[in-house]
């Protein structure tokens, strides 16, 4: 005999959305995110049914249910936002149900209103109702509205609309709304939620290299003196005062001296070269010594302190490569590969090469040295560091980092780790299932009005639950057509564009300085950094007029001051007739008290008392922005922007009689009345966007 288990419950609940591999590996989460739930909720016959998106928190309670809406007619699709309140492991549900007050509501205003059963239909309302007055998990006060519905029902005094529209009592509809009758409540699995700490998904990040702030060159004997962790602190409030949450090092570590690299990455270095900090390892230590240069334990532990006192927090490169110096290659070579003719192998990207730089194989001896890194990181762990920018992810294997990540969380949950991963997709993404917060992403290379709009679509809308692209405006290496030849306007663009379309965006110093000069033939900076020392006259250029800093810190108050700007899931991309704009959205709704079940909601802006004020002045409504960009840095554009109206959560009373919305520009602060059609000029040679707040009537 064949037994067959029923796998569906009696009202089926398929196609639930955040999941990752079938609920294998947990879908990402932010404190105080919103996150978007979807399921396809459907049973036989024509009763009418709803759904309830349920959130347990990482002690098993339930902290947050939403009752979920229809999404596409006819589709059986149903949406809801679930929002975290605390770090940790939660799981969601979605409770599909049948709805029997609706059921009955529909069959009844069709009968009456043809004269049909209609004693009958007013009756079965009367009956529903009482049932649920009836039961004692209901407020008196809820019971008492029920009550008063059976008694309208049942009133054979009054004709037979009256009493039908006992059953559409405004007061009857909000009982109904917050604690709907339920039948048959069928709950789809448990599906994981990993909700990490705000600087796992949100953040401005900045990097500079410890060396070049404040090296000092000696003209006398051609000779530099390096910059140390005293000299590089002088920075930190400028960056601070830029809005930075991040600052971003690369490796710290002792520099090779076998094969260095020269300037412009010179085969051949001269005696007083620095050579790249990525050529890992030297006599004096590897992936846990300082380089001398920079200064001592106690010198970085000042770093750190002084960065955490300006609201910064420092992240560290994690590359896993070693100089042919590094102590690891004599006393552990089985972890590097080595060739037929018995040397080892360094690293290529033909027709690039890199023979200042051993790659480690991971096959010969894994446990050692998956232990070996393990010490490395929890020795900078111990240092103050809790953020991770890891070198090429995508050269070691994935069991690896699936290991070394859940390894690090079980006992420091709050450390981060960010995929510099420019490779395929396949990888990338499976990069982040396997337990990196955020990566690099393809954002750099995406430059037309399309080419944007479709990357924020898929960055947005496709790949959240397993991908969090941070959005860096250029890199060392990396240096594009569209900023070599844009002029000051492409950076302008490009700084909007990373720091108002996603939570997460990074820029490398000398960006705001308009650095733009290419090494003759590539995609990347002359006399580029890694190779050498480049100190900047940052506060000489502002003076002058030359800088970026102060429109960068224009947009990271932006950024800070309103919550919409914070969460990935919440653009919404508009029309505009002019293949060179581009209109995107975002909203967030402040949540009223009560809405979290015991859990207060979270405070995703600690410090920043403008966001505070914001939405404690919008109880129950929205902060909403509007960004129109001109992607085209040579020359102005005209458009007629189209408004998606219903994506703005605009709300009656931000409406003038012409059905108008007022709008102020964040950047510039000019005020005007928007509808549904709006036409825009656009010049970037003086402002390439408007950032535009909807302006909330009283």
């Not at 599906?191 to 990040?205: E, S, T």
């Not at 290299?209 to 390096?226: C, D, I, K, L």
């Not at 709050?414 to 690099?440: D, I, N």
């Not at 692209?469 to 490009?494: C, H, M, S, W, Y």
């Amino acid at each position: 005999m064949v037994r067959t288990e029923v796998k569906v419950g009696r009202i089926p609940v398929t196609g639930v959305q955040p999941v990752v591999h079938c609920g294998a590996v947990p879908a990402k989460a932010l404190v105080g995110e919103d996150i978007p739930v979807r399921a396809t909720v459907f049973r036989e016959g024509h009763d009418r049914l709803g759904a309830t998106a349920v959130l347990y928190g990482p002690d098993g309670a339930e902290v947050q249910r939403t009752r979920m809406t229809e999404g596409t007619p006819g589709l059986d699709e149903f949406r809801a936002t679930l929002r975290p309140a605390v770090v940790g492991p939660h799981t969601f549900t979605v409770e599909g149900w049948s709805d029997p007050s609706a059921t009955w509501h529909h069959a009844a205003t069709v009968k009456i209103e043809v004269g049909a059963d209609v004693e009958l239909m007013l009756a079965e309302g009367g009956a529903l109702f009482r049932r649920a007055a009836a039961d004692p998990d209901r407020s008196e006060a809820d019971r008492a509205v029920l009550a008063r519905a059976v008694r309208g029902l049942e009133d054979a005094t009054r004709d037979t609309q009256e009493r039908l529209r006992a059953a559409e009592d405004p007061d009857l509809v909000d009982v109904l709304a917050a604690r709907p009758i339920r039948e048959f409540v069928s709950p789809s699995p448990a599906y994981p939620l990993d909700v990490q700490r705000a600087l796992a998904g949100r953040g401005a990040w900045y990097e500079f290299f410890p060396r070049s702030e404040g090296a000092v060159y000696h003209p006398q004997s051609g000779t530099w003196a390096s910059g140390t962790f005293t000299t590089a602190a002088g920075r930190l409030p400028a960056v601070a005062e830029m809005g930075f949450d991040v600052i971003y090092l690369p490796p710290i570590h002792p520099i090779g001296r076998a094969h260095r690299k020269g300037p412009n990455n010179a085969l051949e270095a001269g005696p007083h070269d620095p050579g790249s900090p990525w050529a890992i390892g030297s006599p004096e230590g590897g992936h846990d010594a300082i380089h001398p240069d920079l200064g001592t334990a106690e010198d970085f532990a000042g770093f750190v302190d002084r960065a955490a006192g300006l609201g910064l927090e420092v992240a560290l490169d994690l590359a896993l490569q070693c100089s042919p110096d590094h102590p690891w290659v004599t006393e552990h070579p089985e972890w590097f590969t080595t060739r037929v003719d018995g040397t080892i192998a360094y690293a290529e990207n033909p027709p690039k090469k890199y023979q200042d730089i051993y790659p480690l194989n991971f096959d010969n001896d894994p446990r050692g040295l998956r232990r070996a890194v393990l010490r490395v990181v929890e020795r900078w762990i111990a240092r103050g560091v809790k953020i991770f920018r890891v070198d090429n992810p995508h050269t070691k294997p994935l069991w690896f980092w699936e290991w070394l990540i859940a390894k690090v969380h079980r006992t420091h949950p709050e450390v981060v780790f960010l995929a510099e991963a420019f490779t395929r997709p396949a990888m990338m993404h499976a990069l982040g299932r396997a337990g990196f917060q955020q990566s690099y992403s393809y954002f750099t290379w995406r430059n037309t009005r399309d080419e944007i709009a479709e990357y924020l679509h898929e960055v947005t809308a496709e790949t959240p639950a397993f991908y969090r692209p941070n959005f860096f405006v250029n890199t060392p290496d990396i240096l594009t057509e569209f900023l070599q030849f844009g002029g000051p306007a492409a950076f302008k663009i490009r700084a909007v564009l990373a720091a108002l379309s996603n939570p997460m965006w990074g820029m490398y110093a000398g960006f705001e300085l308009f650095e733009h000069v290419a090494r003759s033939g590539a995609e990347e900076y002359l006399d580029n950094e890694k190779y050498e020392f480049r100190p900047r006259d940052f506060a000489g250029a502002e003076a002058r007029g030359a800088s970026l800093a102060p429109y960068i810190t224009r947009l990271n108050r932006i950024r800070r001051a309103h919550p919409a700007f914070q969460d990935l899931q919440n653009l919404v991309l508009h029309p505009a007739d002019n293949e060179g704009i581009l209109v995107f959205s975002k909203s967030r709704r402040h949540l009223p008290d009560g809405q979290y079940g015991a859990t207060a909601e979270p405070t995703i802006f600690p410090g920043v008392p403008d966001a505070a004020e914001l939405t404690e002045s919008l109880p129950g409504r929205a902060d909403t922005v509007i960004v129109v960009l001109n992607c085209d840095p040579h020359a102005a554009r005209e458009a007629t922007v189209s408004l998606d109206v219903a994506a703005l959560d605009l709300d009656p009373r931000d409406l003038d009689s012409e059905g108008r919305f007022e709008v102020e520009d964040l950047v510039t602060g000019a005020r005007w009345w928007w509808g549904a059609a709006n036409y825009v000029r656009l010049d970037p040679a003086v402002e390439p966007a408007h950032v535009l707040k909807v302006v909330r009537g009283s």
